[in-house]
């Protein structure tokens, strides 16, 4: 198992680096670049010159690239202009990045809390009343975009009923802070009205982003389920007059684990994408927020931490699914 994981870690390495050489030349390729975003409309060819020898960008590239790649490993990826301007980008990205988990949690756990059970329970009972209406959802969860859904779920339950807070993180300004996870920091405070409140923030983002996860795993458990259920060491187990709960347990889900983890850690990675919409909508002080703000201002030095930060989570995450599969399945580990 260890020589199984050193061998992705390497191969993830392996990616980011490859991954870095491309928004390196991406954040170059675009138009204006980083000297007209940092010196705005009042830039003239002496402070652009200037600037340009300041950063070293009339440097040759390989020179650039690997000072890039220095600072990187360093964590310094410049200063924010647009987003918090003055603030290392780093510093932005940490303070935004737990309020992106926090949200991506809570809707991947909708997700996986409703799509499995739902999943296995329509396979069971195919063709009938509860597989129609469930496949009709996730269909649904695809179809409906997910900045569509949140203004919807905003405008009933926030602004109509007013059951959940419109927008925002948390409106207990003297919350105690600890770990920047709000509804972690109340239960370590035990300012559980800090957390009651930081989660009811949560629900109706957390219900938007959950769409396209949920209506994803719930049609990959249907069909691995049904799947398996044809087996033959299924009907076996039946013949031999097992328990359902050892069947379901031991020879169906075990069997069917490894195409729904792969669909839960694909659209675990994928949550970024969903999150920069759902984050807007809501204002949602996140990781996606500042992604969305830092395209529209031209703020590179954000946005190149986010693009990479994202890039290694979801390479990190393909490497807890491998895991996952060599701990399922043990005949991964010879792959």
Not at 18 to 41: C, N
Not at 283 to 291: C, D, R, S, T, Y
């Amino acid at each position: 198992m260890l020589r199984f994981i050193v061998r992705r870690l390497l191969q993830l390495v392996l990616v980011v680096f490859v991954l870095s050489i491309l928004l390196f030349a991406w954040l170059r390729a675009l138009p204006g670049g980083v000297v007209s975003a940092m010196l705005g409309e009042r830039a003239t060819p002496e402070s652009r010159a200037a600037l340009t020898a300041e950063l070293g960008l009339d440097d040759p590239l390989p020179v650039q690239y690997l000072r890039f790649l220095q600072r990187a490993l360093q964590g310094d990826f410049g200063v924010s202009t647009s987003v918090q301007p003055g603030r290392p980008s780093m510093e932005v990205f940490l303070e935004r990045f737990p309020a992106t988990i926090e949200l991506a949690t809570g809707a991947m756990l909708i997700a996986l809390l409703l799509a499995i059970p739902l999943g296995y329970l329509a396979a069971r009972r195919r063709g009938g009343a509860l597989d129609n209406l469930s496949v009709i959802g996730s269909l649904v969860g695809v179809a409906v975009p997910v900045f569509f859904l949140a203004f919807l779920l905003k405008y009933y339950f926030a602004i109509k009923l007013g059951w959940l807070p419109v927008s925002g993180r948390q409106d207990v300004g003297d919350a105690t802070r600890v770990t920047g996870f709000f509804v972690l920091d109340g239960m370590l405070t035990r300012e559980w009205d800090a957390s009651w409140d930081a989660i009811k923030h949560l629900v109706l983002p957390s219900i938007a982003l959950s769409s396209i996860p949920f209506a994803m795993i719930f049609r990959i458990t249907r069909a691995s389920v049904l799947d398996v259920l044809d087996e033959d060491y299924v009907r076996t187990a039946q013949s031999k007059g097992l328990g359902s709960r050892v069947i379901r347990g031991r020879h169906v889900m075990r069997n069917a684990l490894l195409p729904i983890v792969t669909a839960v850690g694909l659209q675990t990675g994928a949550l970024l994408g969903g999150a920069v919409l759902t984050e807007t909508v809501f204002n949602f002080p996140g990781v996606g927020q500042a992604l969305s703000q830092s395209f529209s201002s031209r703020d590179f030095a954000v946005l190149q931490v986010i693009i990479l930060a994202a890039a290694i989570v979801y390479v990190l995450v393909n490497l807890v699914v491998d895991v996952l599969y060599a701990v399922i399945d043990p005949r991964v580990r010879t792959r």
